[in-house]
């Protein structure tokens, strides 16, 4: 939630100075600004990462030098179904982020709120004792 409210504030501060009429000269970007202390990384969706949202796109190009996945990573989208795995946004998100020399952080694998509805059930439905998880 505090990611997603500065996300905001950066993205309203970024339209707020676009909108302005008198413009002199160009901001630094902010990946720039704070290249010498640490990267500026942005959560992906796969509008982003497969350049469907141009708008974002630019964005990131300009003001973040790294990348996390918001959900392609996550088990529920690359497991969809029992032993078949999807990595093809994951692929793309990734391809992104190399086109664009971005420095990619992995997200992990297992999210509680988005776990497939078989991974934690046995053949007959029933719910699986943590040792067989860890199988």
Not at 11 to 21: D, E, G, R, V
Not at 48 to 77: L, P, W, Y
Request: net charge neutral; charged share 25%.
């Amino acid at each position: 939630m505090k990611r997603m409210k500065i996300l905001l504030l950066l993205f309203t501060a970024f339209a707020i100075q676009a909108c302005s009429n008198n413009v002199v000269k160009k901001d630094p970007a902010l990946k720039d600004v704070l290249q010498d202390k640490f990267l500026i990384g942005v959560a992906l969706n796969t509008r982003q990462s497969s350049g469907k949202d141009t708008a974002a796109v630019r964005i990131v190009q300009e003001h973040f030098n790294a990348i996390v996945a918001e959900n392609c990573m996550k088990s529920g989208e690359l497991l969809k179904e029992k032993g078949r795995y999807d990595f093809s946004d994951a692929d793309e998100f990734v391809k992104f982020g190399t086109d664009n020399n971005l420095t990619i952080t992995g997200h992990c694998l297992i999210w509680h709120s988005q776990l497939p509805p078989w991974f934690c059930v046995d053949d007959n439905g029933e719910n699986v004792s943590p040792e067989e998880l860890k199988k």
